[in-house]
């Protein structure tokens, strides 16, 4: 007994000596910011305001923000916050349904912590539930209706094991594909770690997914058992909010406090019009608070917006031939002059500049007729509808460092990648339109490159696009990785120049 109440004692004096130094300390705010791009040469740009509390610092005027790239200042067009129905947020709850969540009644209290959150949103606002144990599983897609979004909620149920690295990727791609794509967050819990043998993509590739998407996790982790370090990466990589929940029981105060910072976000149209997007690097908001400035910064990726570098040297005009005493015939000695050797040479000038001329005019014709294929969708061809692909003229014998080409001997199709984000499905604006749907007739994926690496982004609801015979939401394409999707299989591969044999 006696040991106990020293030990309450000293606990005590902790307690008093901690409160009397942090009420003299100053709490700094914390600023977080996340930018949508698909607006250009307007950004999107939310900004999230919390005091040293964790509170939403609210009321805050246009003259309290300052946004700026790489050293840059740039106007922006009025202020909104989340409030505003303009302004919808659009949220993926994404929970942990494995079979531990069954412990002290957690799932329950999961539940209404969901319902507590939903509660809090706007109109306007939209939401989208899936959870996660063996395989991810989309429950409700977007919706604003609040009575469907309850009955998806009340539905879940625990069991199973945990695919953490596969419900960040599919929180991502659900996301992604938000019907307004603008201010867009996810709402992930999580009560345990995933040990790899159940998630399809690995650690470091489902973090690089989630930073790749642009928007906020606000990661809720449930008990002793979480991997912390993992949750804090992805939060600290999406400019989100890692929140930690000892019991069940403080699940519903988290949720709330997470509805009532969305509502609270600030939303700033910038003005990015005069920015070189081939060299926009990163976007910084300073916030004027009660007299202090605090920042953030978050990355800004333009280069797709960049214009493509003219390959046909510009036109230039010939200059004025100048005659001089030494150019001028001389006289003859029967007193007469002759004109014809000035006549040809001039007529010889004349082609000779006409030629140029025409030579420039092929050339970016040529140029104005491969572009034009470049951005024509490659279709099944009408005398072969198993074909994949159209590879012929010059988009067939284009170069590049890498290409997908469809697989099996009906399909000698070829397709060369490079800056530009390429999409593959059976939707009509895709690049490469597939032929057949095979019962997935929404799947689509898109390959790009990312500072030298070919990443993969399937752009589905859930499934339906396998990498290496596995499922893949996001994945880093390495040569000879086979691509299925729907009943068809595509293979990927590096090297140097994608010509067809």
Same mark, same amino acid.
């Given at each position: ?14 307690? @008093? ?5 942090? /009420? ?21 740009? *939310?900004?999230?305001?919390?005091? !040293? ?22 106007? $922006?067009? !009025? ?17 942990? *349904? ?9 799932? %329950? ?16 606002? #939209?939401?989208?539930? $899936?959870?996660?144990?063996? =395989? ?36 991502? @791609? =659900? &996301? ?33 997914? &989630? ?7 606000? /990661? ?32 519903? @105060? ?41 920042? &953030? %910064? ?6 797709? $917006? ?7 040297? +510009? ?22 002059? @002759? ?32 572009? #034009?294929?470049?951005?024509? +969708? ?21 170069? /590049? ?7 099996? +001997? ?5 397709? +060369? ?5 390429? *999409? ?57 990785? %086979? ?15 994608? /010509?067809?044999?």
């Amino acid at each position: 007994m006696v040991r106990w109440f020293l030990a309450s004692v000293l606990c005590g004096a902790l307690i @008093s000596i901690t409160g009397l130094a942090g /009420a003299g300390a100053q709490q700094s705010d914390q600023v977080r910011v996340s930018v949508d791009t698909h607006t250009y040469p307007r950004l999107q740009t *939310t900004v999230t305001v919390l005091d !040293g509390f964790g509170r939403p610092v609210t009321e805050l005027n246009s003259q309290a923000f300052a946004v700026s790239v790489d050293g840059k200042s740039l106007p $922006f067009q !009025g202020l909104r916050t989340g409030q505003d129905p303009n302004a919808p947020a659009e949220v993926v709850l994404a929970f942990d *349904t494995s079979g531990s969540m069954n412990e002290g009644n957690a799932i %329950e209290q999961a539940r209404q912590a969901a319902k507590a959150l939903v509660g809090q949103l706007g109109p306007t606002d #939209q939401v989208a539930v $899936f959870t996660f144990s063996d =395989t991810t599983q989309l429950v409700r897609d977007f919706t604003s209706d609040r009575g469907a979004l309850t009955a998806a909620i009340d539905g879940i149920t625990a069991a199973g094991n945990t695919a953490l690295y596969d419900a960040v990727g599919a929180a991502v @791609s =659900t &996301a992604g594909r938000a019907p307004a794509q603008h201010r867009r967050a996810v709402v992930l819990l999580s009560d345990g770690k995933d040990e790899g043998s159940v998630s399809h993509i690995d650690r470091g590739g489902s973090l690089a997914g &989630a930073q790749a998407g642009g928007f906020p996790f606000f /990661a809720v982790g449930l008990g002793p058992s979480i991997d912390q370090a993992y949750l804090q990466d992805l939060t600290n990589g999406t400019h989100g909010q890692l929140l930690l929940a000892p019991s069940p029981q403080s699940l519903q @105060s988290l949720y709330e406090a997470i509805g009532t910072t969305l509502r609270q976000q600030y939303i700033l149209d910038v003005d990015a019009s005069g920015l070189d997007p081939a060299s926009a690097k990163t976007l910084r908001v300073e916030v004027n608070h009660a007299g202090t400035i605090t920042g &953030a %910064e978050a990355p800004l990726d333009l280069s797709r $917006f960049a214009p493509t570098p003219a390959t046909t040297p +510009p036109v230039t005009q010939p200059a004025t031939p100048v005659v001089t005493a030494a150019a001028t015939p001389a006289p003859r000695g029967d007193g007469g002059g @002759s004109s014809v050797p000035l006549a040809l040479a001039g007529g010889v000038l004349v082609l000779g500049v006409a030629g140029a001329g025409g030579v420039v005019y092929w050339r970016r014709r040529r140029r104005q007729a491969v572009s #034009q294929e470049l951005r024509t +969708p490659w279709r099944p061809r009408p005398d072969n509808p198993g074909a994949v692909f159209v590879g012929t003229g010059p988009l067939g014998n284009m170069r /590049a460092d890498a290409w997908l080409e469809s697989v099996g +001997p009906e399909n000698a199709g070829r397709f +060369p990648l490079g800056e530009d984000p390429v *999409t593959v499905g059976f939707t009509g604006d895709c690049t490469i339109c597939l032929p057949d749907g095979a019962g997935l007739p929404g799947a689509r994926f898109r390959v790009w490159r990312r500072e030298g690496v070919y990443m993969l982004h399937n752009l589905s609801r859930l499934g339906g696009v396998t990498v290496g015979g596995k499922p893949a939401t996001w994945a880093v394409l390495e040569d000879g990785d %086979e691509i299925v999707i729907g009943a068809s299989r595509l293979r990927f591969r590096m090297g140097d120049g994608g /010509a067809p044999a």
